[in-house]
């Protein structure tokens, strides 16, 4: 102890207490989304392990025993561990620990979730999908973005025949993203642009914005319909 005095007195902090400072920075610094995610991981694994926990004691085996949880597919255990890591590494970046002791702890591996439509298929979503969803589900089709990113699209973000989210907007914050608009994928904007010169373009029939909720219940209700999942 007297060898390495800092090692130990950052090591003596509990995993909770650390949480707490982390999600505090979160919550100043990144999107409600990603404060949310952050908590709802830390709480879940707090509570497993339990508040007195400390730094030094946290050990693989604790992760381990957390994530077997048959409701959780690869890609939330995933998640889930990667969370723990970025707390603890972001705490050594800022100088609370001095290591992070499961650095180097392997995650399961994400499951993929893309989805392939035949014509036929797609034909039958169509039939179902009344206006203004068809635009939106149209250009997700014809481009293959992020259906984050076309729910937030607006006149601002329009350049020619691309769409630019800056850095700021943009997954991770590092660097602007782009849609390449072919010249169907243009006229649906275009189009829009002319209704909604500020704000949103794609919006459904009351005039509000397309949420991530309102569009999985009207996609939902169309499964029903075609008898197969479609998703955005």
């Known amino acids: 102890m007297m060898a390495d005095p800092v090692t130990i007195a950052t090591d003596n902090q509990t995993l909770y207490d650390l949480s707490q400072i982390y999600l505090d920075w979160v919550q100043a610094n990144r999107k409600p989304a990603t404060y949310d995610r952050c908590k709802h991981y830390l709480q879940s694994f707090i509570t497993k392990a339990g508040r007195q926990l400390r730094v030094g004691g946290l050990k693989q085996?604790?992760?381990?025993?957390?994530?077997?949880?048959?409701?959780?597919?690869?890609?939330?255990?995933?998640?889930?561990?990667?969370?723990?890591?970025?707390?603890l590494n972001w705490a050594v970046e800022e100088g609370y620990l001095v290591r992070n002791p499961i650095a180097g702890m392997k995650k399961p591996r994400r499951k993929r979730r893309d989805v392939f439509y035949t014509r036929e298929q797609w034909t039958a979503i169509k039939e179902h999908a009344r206006h203004?969803?068809?635009?939106?589900?149209?250009?997700?089709?014809?481009?293959?973005?992020?259906?984050?990113?076309?729910?937030?699209?607006?006149?601002?973000?329009?350049?020619?025949?691309?769409?630019?989210?800056?850095?700021?907007?943009?997954?991770?914050?590092?660097?602007?993203?782009?849609i390449y608009l072919v010249e169907n994928a243009e006229a649906i904007l275009r189009r829009l642009v002319q209704k909604h010169p500020t704000g949103i373009l794609f919006r459904n029939s009351e005039g509000n914005p397309w949420t991530k909720d309102s569009i999985k219940c009207r996609l939902t209700r169309i499964s029903k319909k075609v008898g197969f999942r479609v998703i955005a």
């Open 132 to 178: 203004p969803l068809d635009d939106f589900l149209d250009f997700a089709y014809i481009t293959g973005c992020r259906p984050k990113d076309a729910r937030t699209i607006e006149a601002k973000h329009l350049n020619g025949d691309l769409v630019i989210f800056p850095a700021d907007e943009s997954k991770g914050e590092l660097e602007p993203r782009v």
């Open 61 to 87: 085996f604790h992760l381990t025993n957390w994530i077997d949880n048959d409701n959780w597919n690869p890609t939330s255990k995933n998640d889930a561990i990667g969370v723990i890591q970025r707390t």
